[in-house]
């Protein structure tokens, strides 16, 4: 007796292709993940990394996974902004300090801990502006506008003792960047 | 030069014995469930992460955020997936942005047209990121990638709305019963699996490297910078023989998770101090969700038979304790 085969809705080598396209698909992603976040000084790592960049970062794929390393942070620190108002008068305003909240807050401004770490880093000076046209807006009223904004680094360095104590260390300053609001920053 | 014919044989042996693993560890077909359960988890994750960036969203992404678009654009140049490029600029239009997310999370975690959602929340999840890189830590990244590969994962084959809605309209017999998921190949999963060992993998090279966690100082600094101090940690726990235990310890950690996860025997003490390392640092360090976004995906490595081996004992407890007389 004749059994009637089930009918095929597509070729048969189909389900081959398919096969082959998600093994290309993972061999691809494997090596290209690892050349990429690995940080080995392997000879063919940085061309891999050059080759897979405009990939990486058009799909989201860039990663780095470097917690508290090489070096951890070595220093307690905070941004604040100087504001000089228009009829001379001062302000001082600083960023969220984690330190200085609670819990839930801790939480849920947390982001501000990472954001105001990355702006003491010396290769994102090109950040400070719009951060300092921000605060002029959050500071300003129309009666007296915010004239100049001065960031301030403030930091105490960590010192490892051999007792396990540990010392706070006096406090030192240093200015990110001094900005001359323009009206057209306020509105 | 001719290889010997005996040469020749081991290597088409040792050729075929490597592309049977391969096979097996991607394709030979597992049920769902670890990869449904990551799937409620990660959207639990995507919608914790938004709801958490709620209070200062317009702040981040709006027209007039910290960093505008512009700026963010210069910096970090190249062609990216970035929606906000493409919504105007106005602060409806990002606070929309901004439920579409946290709407498509809701339908991803509990399943429904999930494929969609995946996509959907990958892709806002990605732009969110693109659009201000420097508040994202690496639970963000985890997530980012994470939702990649689970867009090409069948993540609604089980304890999804998507499930219960196709066994109700299928004919008896026709649809696999609810309690008995139709098995899937679980090549996504496994470059999930395979994503997070490399995190760990790299964490670990990052460390060696460096002579802080070496001589094990660099837990006293992590320690003591205060916007990181979550719950108070004892001062035995801060001496110095004890921080250069924990640096070693974490090193170790990070390297058997990336290597020898993949060793059946050991897995599960892996996970189990793996997750221990997580709680602690949870508990010490205020770094928002990331232990809980990394945690998420250890779930991908429970054995789907002692998933359900667990799922039925918990059922005839829950059973058996229905039933017991007051």
């Known amino acids: ?187 | 030069m001719r290889l010997p014919l005996g040469a020749l044989t081991l290597k088409s042996a040792t050729l075929k014995s490597a592309s049977g693993a391969w096979n097996r560890f991607f394709f030979r077909k597992q049920s769902p469930i670890p990869i449904a359960l990551f799937r409620v988890a990660y959207g639990l994750l995507v919608i914790a992460t938004v709801l958490s960036l709620r209070p200062d969203w317009l702040a981040w992404y709006g027209g007039h955020a910290w960093i505008s678009l512009s700026t963010m654009q210069s910096v970090e140049p190249g062609t990216r997936l970035n929606l906000f490029t493409i919504v105007p600029q106005s602060d409806g239009w990002i606070d929309a942005f901004f439920w579409i997310l946290l709407g498509s999370a809701m339908m991803l975690a509990t399943g429904f047209l999930t494929r969609l959602n995946s996509v959907i929340v990958f892709l806002c999840l990605t732009s969110v990121h693109q659009r201000n890189l420097f508040i994202t830590h690496g639970g963000d990244t985890f997530l980012r990638l994470a939702g990649f590969f689970l867009m090409f994962a069948p993540a609604g084959a089980a304890l999804s709305m998507d499930r219960l809605l196709r066994v109700r309209r299928s004919k008896r017999g026709e649809e696999d019963t609810l309690n008995r998921p139709r098995p899937q190949r679980p090549w996504a999963q496994r470059m999930i699996q395979i994503q997070l060992a490399l995190l760990y993998f790299a964490a670990f090279c990052s460390k060696v490297k460096s002579p802080a966690w070496l001589n094990g100082t660099a837990l006293y600094y992590v320690y003591h910078v205060e916007s990181l101090h979550r719950f108070p940690v004892p001062a035995w726990f801060l001496q110095p023989e004890m921080l250069k235990l924990e640096s070693w310890s974490a090193m170790a950690i990070e390297f058997s998770l990336a290597l020898l996860i993949w060793v059946k025997d050991l897995r599960y003490i892996l996970l189990a101090l793996g997750m221990l390392f997580h709680l602690c640092l949870e508990y010490s360090l205020n770094v928002s969700l990331f232990e809980w976004d990394v945690l998420s995906a250890y779930i991908l490595f429970v054995d789907p038979t002692d998933a359900s081996r667990a799922w039925n004992w918990i059922r005839q407890r829950l059973d058996g304790s229905r039933t017991e007389p007051c």
């Open chain 1, 1 to 187: 007796m004749k059994v009637a085969r089930p009918k095929r809705n597509h070729p048969i080598w189909i389900p081959k292709v398919k096969i082959a396209a998600i093994n290309l698909f993972l061999a691809f992603h494997i090596l290209a993940i690892t050349c990429w976040c690995v940080p080995l000084k392997l000879p063919l790592f940085p061309l891999c990394r050059k080759l897979v960049r405009p990939y990486f970062l058009w799909a989201g794929l860039f990663q780095s996974w470097d917690m508290f390393a090489p070096s951890p942070w070595a220093s307690n620190s905070y941004v604040e902004a100087v504001v000089i108002y228009k009829d001379g008068s001062r302000k001082t305003w600083s960023f969220p300090r984690m330190e200085q909240l609670g819990l839930t807050d801790r939480y849920l401004k947390e982001r501000y801990r990472k954001f105001s770490e990355v702006l003491q880093i010396e290769d994102n000076d090109l950040l400070l502006p719009d951060v300092a046209r921000h605060i002029a807006r959050l500071n300003s009223t129309p009666s007296n506008p915010a004239k100049t904004i001065i960031l301030i680094r403030r930091w105490s360095p960590i010192i490892p003792r051999a007792d396990g104590s540990y010392q706070p260390e006096p406090w030192d300053q240093h200015v990110l960047l001094g900005y001359g609001v323009r009206p057209e920053d306020l509105q």
